[in-house]
T-cell receptor, first 113, second 116 residues
Framework: EAGVTQFPSHSVIEKGQTVTLRCDPISGHDNLYWYRRVMGKEIKFLLHFVKESKQDESGMPNNRFLAERTGGTYSTLKVQPAELEDSGVYFC???????????FGDGTRLSIL | AQKVTQAQTEISVVEKEDVTLDCVYETRDTTYYLFWYKQPPSGELVFLIRRNSFDEQNEISGRYSWNFQKSTSSFNFTITASQVVDSAVYFCALSEGLTGANNLFFGTGTRLTVIP
């Protein structure tokens, strides 16, 4: 079974540009989560999808971040415009049901110059 | 206030030594779940264990064991006879609520280096 897949593995962009991160969850997993870790800090929750619906987006830092999960399969996280403080590692996780643990991808390392 | 505290930032041990990674959590919920994840140098977060707040039984899986004590709000992780492949960053995490499907609160991680 393929794990959670994230693209790209690393992205370097300039401040003010737009970047879109993609997450493909494990097949059949309805729950999809986004987290990020900025330098030296703990991994923090961004949002949670159940199928295509946003269950909890309380962790989204501001309106420069837009997450979508059309069709309830893969998800994208767009940052527009990117700021220096957005640099970090963005993790995606998925779980099969409400009582199952979250399985994480390798993360996307985002560097804003 | 941070919900999960991993006071040990870095630990180094010599191969075959035992090592315990500490995790202290804080929550007002009576029902919650605790997790440990391993992040090897390759970067992915690997799920190791999940415990719910009603089950204080210690768990052993091979060289790994976990000690959950509600009285001290701790969920410590011990690796017995450590190996070089155990070198990684280990994260403790908390999920509040009935299902464990809610968002995870992570500690800052403990970097374990096992020296051959």
């Amino acid at each position: 079974e393929a794990g959670v897949t994230q693209f790209p593995s690393h992205s370097v962009i300039e401040k003010g540009q737009t970047v879109t991160l993609r997450c493909d969850p494990i097949s059949g997993h309805d729950n999809l989560y986004w987290y990020r870790r900025v330098m030296g800090k703990e991994i923090k929750f961004l949002l949670h999808f159940v199928k295509e619906s946003k269950q909890d987006e309380s962790g989204m830092p501001n309106n420069r971040f837009l997450a979508e999960r059309t069709g309830g399969t893969y998800s994208t996280l767009k940052v527009q415009p990117a700021e220096l403080e957005d640099s970090g590692v963005y993790f995606c996780a998925s779980s099969q049901g409400r009582y199952q643990p979250q399985h994480f991808g390798d993360g996307t390392r985002l560097s804003i110059l | 206030a941070q919900k999960v505290t991993q006071a040990q930032t870095e630990i180094s041990v010599v191969e075959k030594e035992d090592v315990t990674l500490d995790c202290v959590y804080e929550t007002r919920d009576t029902t919650y779940y605790l997790f440990w994840y391993k992040q090897p140098p390759s970067g992915e977060l690997v799920f190791l264990i999940r415990r719910n707040s009603f089950d204080e039984q210690n768990e052993i899986s091979g060289r790994y064991s976990w000690n959950f004590q509600k009285s001290t709000s701790s969920f410590n992780f011990t690796i017995t006879a450590s190996q070089v492949v155990d070198s990684a960053v280990y994260f403790c995490a908390l999920s509040e609520g009935l299902t464990g499907a809610n968002n995870l609160f992570f500690g800052t991680g403990t970097r374990l280096t096992v020296i051959p």
